[in-house]
């Protein structure tokens, strides 16, 4: 039997990823990790920061919730550990807010370093004011009851992606991307090569070199048929 989008279940202890690698996670940033990983990961488009300039990365704390009802973030909670990430999705799409200054601060208190989630959230300036970094699909200050039950730490679908909880949310002014927990070491180590090589070409390109070159283009640009000329007055009409 399939477990993911199981409502009513709470599970108290899930695997995490070396508490080391978080930190060089967050440094790599989401697009260097979607890359990392043959592109593959990355949130929809319309999760969003509603902050600029954090760049986080944690274990991932699934929760599933009822359309208009924030009822399992309080289960969430006591589940939660230092480093993880609140990962939050609706059984189906609503823009309510679920998430605003009060639960922040609860979270705050676990050392909860983020929420991600496609769902709604408000009091968005004073969750700016609190340093507490959000990406959701929309801030809307419509309130939420608590009647029903989701489910925290199952797998889920978030924004398009398979989420396990222990897996890594990587967030950063570009987007979200998720890294499966048992991939996260090969990954990281993918990353920090391509960090480097990156900053190679970067100081060929701060010296003067020309990407043209660098990328050895070219040859390639002229096989498909790309010519110079010296003006307009060469071309023919």
């Not at 006591?78 to 823009?95: A, F, I, K, W, Y």
């Not at 050895?216 to 000329?229: C, D, F, I, S, T």
């Amino acid at each position: 039997m399939s477990i993911v989008g199981m409502k009513g279940v709470a599970v108290r202890n899930i695997q995490r990823v070396d508490p080391s690698l978080l930190p060089k996670f967050a440094e790599f940033g989401v697009a260097t990790v979607h890359e990392a990983q043959q592109r593959q990961g990355l949130l929809d488009a319309r999760i969003r920061p509603i902050q600029q300039g954090h760049k986080i990365a944690g274990n991932a704390v699934t929760v599933l919730v009822t359309p208009g009802d924030n009822w399992m973030f309080h289960v969430a909670v006591e589940l939660c550990q230092p480093g993880d990430v609140l990962l939050v999705t609706p059984t189906s799409r609503c823009h309510d807010g679920f998430f605003g200054d009060l639960l922040a601060t609860s979270l705050q208190a676990r050392g909860v370093v983020a929420l991600v989630g496609d769902i709604g959230i408000r009091d968005s300036e004073t969750l700016r004011e609190m340093g507490f970094p959000v990406w959701s699909s929309a801030i809307w200050a419509q309130g939420t009851v608590k009647a029903t039950l989701g489910s925290v730490n199952i797998p889920l679908i978030c924004a398009g992606q398979l989420v396990t909880p222990g897996d890594v949310v990587v967030a950063d002014d570009d987007g979200v991307v998720i890294v499966p927990r048992l991939q996260a070491a090969n990954v990281a180590d993918t990353a920090q090569k391509r960090m480097n090589l990156e900053e190679s070409k970067r100081q060929r390109l701060a010296s003067g070199e020309l990407g043209l070159d660098i990328y050895q283009m070219r040859a390639q640009l002229a096989e498909k048929g790309l010519r110079y000329v010296d003006s307009l007055d060469d071309l023919e009409v």
